[in-house]
């Protein structure tokens, strides 16, 4: 990994603003309490190629380096993290893993990784998270590279997490911290944003004490903020619980308001027969590539982890002409935050409700079948595991082969994609047209001109078998749901009635 030589005290941490609706101020009496320390400055020519260049990378720049301003850099500073974890079971290449996961997460966030460590032991210290001499050595690496942040790779209690920080002497955050942090830079819906919000107090209430160096960016704050705001003063710390525990019991209320009214759209997509279909996967498989290439649907593709926090819901069209809705979801990743859970739940339901999960899993990834245990788990937890799945193996473009071979092996309802080149993407077409529910009733009906609008009902709900136009009206073959059936009875020609 990459390192300089710039000391961390002489990094500049930047001030953000709080989104709407989370406001330090709507929380504490005083801004100021959750202001942001100016440590100090850094000069703009002290970016080194390599920050330059992860800093493109983070923020997708399109222009070349050389023209993008000093300011600008300033602007979209990037927080210098060391990662650490601790290796408590699995192989060394699980760990390499875990920590690889952690760098894209930290990347995704807005940070520059400088280097990572893992630590094998048999459960992570109790007092500081890795062992005391693994702490030093720690802060040797803070020293040696500059970095102004630590992330550790699981969840720190608040003791572990001062501790820690009073041995490496930055700030320290956890994996917890960092996830919520990136849902709230992604969640873009009013329940989404509420439901990060109130995980983001349940995960800062206990740890305001002692916070008084540091506290993720737990308020929130866009790209360009650094990954820790200045916790309250101690003397406030009562009145802030107090106030954050009201604030947490109104936000319960008002996402149990917009839940109902999810509901209610579900019931009305449920009531119209159209059948849907869920795409769930790890983060980054390709979810939202996909979803644009089965419906040319123009939805934001990142290379960021989570770019989908809301769940996006499409009208699709199978080739014989069927509607159905296609649902876009949430990444999962390992180890979600406990807090997170019940968010991540409620954007789930879609996949208990529908009638078949695309399960994408990213084809080039070293072990594939990580990605889909764990995607399973939650699919199990949803209680969707009677909804039938067809494991989508994308970025077949960039897939080992022998990867794909072995999970279309194994996986019996499995077929290998590539959103990017549209390779099997017709395939793929064909089997949902084919897993999707049938209409029950198959009925011949003759339908007056006069009643077009019988005619487009069967092609949207049911499936259309044949169509003639005659001279008395349009003659349909079709299956169709037993509402539709009984809506067409009275034109069954009187010979087949
Ligand atoms: N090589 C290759 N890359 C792909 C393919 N499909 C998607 N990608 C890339 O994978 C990255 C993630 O794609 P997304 O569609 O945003 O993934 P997602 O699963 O929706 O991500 P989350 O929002 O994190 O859940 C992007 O950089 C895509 O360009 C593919 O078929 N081949």
Not at 104 to 123: F, N, P, S, W
Not at 215 to 225: E, I, N, V, Y
Not at 478 to 496: G, K, N, T
Request: hydrophobic fraction near 40%; proline fraction near 4%; glycine fraction near 8%.
């Amino acid at each position: 990994m990459t390192s300089s030589s710039s000391p961390s005290q002489d990094t500049k941490r930047l001030a953000h603003d709080y989104p709407e609706g989370l406001r330090a101020d709507a929380l504490m009496e005083e801004d100021v309490a959750w202001s942001h320390e100016i440590d100090g400055e850094r000069d703009g020519d002290q970016f080194d190629r390599s920050e330059r260049a992860a800093l493109r990378r983070v923020i997708g720049l399109s222009t070349e380096l050389e023209d993008v301003t000093e300011v600008e850099y300033r602007q979209l500073r990037l927080e210098r993290v060391v990662l650490v974890g601790v290796w408590t079971s699995g192989t060394v290449q699980d760990a390499d893993n875990s920590l690889a996961e952690l760098a894209a997460l930290a990347e995704t966030a807005g940070a520059l990784v400088l280097d990572g460590v893992v630590q094998r032991r048999d459960k992570p210290d109790a007092a500081t998270y890795i062992g005391s001499g693994k702490a030093e050595e720690l802060r040797d690496i803070v020293l040696e590279t500059g970095a102004d942040t630590v992330i550790c790779d699981g969840e720190l209690s608040p003791g572990q997490l001062i501790h820690l920080e009073d041995v490496v002497k930055v700030k320290v955050i956890d994996r917890t911290a960092l996830i919520l942090d990136i849902f709230a830079q992604h969640a873009k819906s009013r329940e989404g944003k509420a439901q990060v919000a109130l995980a983001q107090m349940q995960y800062m209430l206990p740890r305001l004490r002692g916070w008084g160096q540091s506290l993720s960016r737990q308020m929130g704050g866009g790209k360009g903020g650094g990954l820790a705001t200045r916790g309250p003063g101690e003397t406030k710390i009562e009145t802030d619980r107090r106030r954050i525990r009201e604030k947490m019991a109104k936000m319960r209320r008002e996402i149990a308001e917009m839940k109902t009214g999810r509901e209610i759209k579900r019931q009305e997509r449920r009531r119209n027969k159209v059948p849907s279909v869920a795409i769930a996967g790890y983060t980054n498989a390709g979810k939202s590539s996909l979803l644009n290439r089965l419906t040319g649907a123009g939805v934001l593709v990142e290379n960021a982890l989570f770019a989908t926090l809301d769940p996006t819901v499409r009208r699709a069209e199978t080739p014989g002409g069927r509607v159905y809705t296609l649902a876009d979801t949430v990444g999962f990743v390992r180890h979600l935050p406990h807090h997170l859970v019940e968010a991540f739940r409620s954007t789930m339901e879609e996949v208990g409700d529908s009638d078949l999960i695309l399960h994408v899993v990213d084809g080039s990834h070293p072990i594939p079948e990580e990605q889909l245990a764990a995607v399973r788990e939650v699919i199990r937890d949803v209680g969707a595991t009677d909804v039938p799945e067809i494991v989508v193996i994308n970025k077949a473009d960039a897939a080992d082969p022998l990867v794909l071979q072995r999970l279309l092996r194994v996986e019996k309802r499995s077929i290998a994609v590539s959103a990017r080149t549209g390779r099997g993407i017709d395939e793929l077409l064909a089997l949902i047209d084919n897993e999707l529910p049938r209409p029950s009733v198959e009925i011949e009906a003759l339908v007056p001109y006069t009643h077009g609008k019988l005619v487009a009902r069967a092609h949207t709900e049911g499936e259309v078998i044949s169509e003639e136009h005659t001279a008395e009206g349009t003659l349909l073959k079709v299956r169709v749901h037993e509402e539709l059936a009984a809506d067409l009875a009275p034109y069954v020609p009187a010979s087949l009635a």
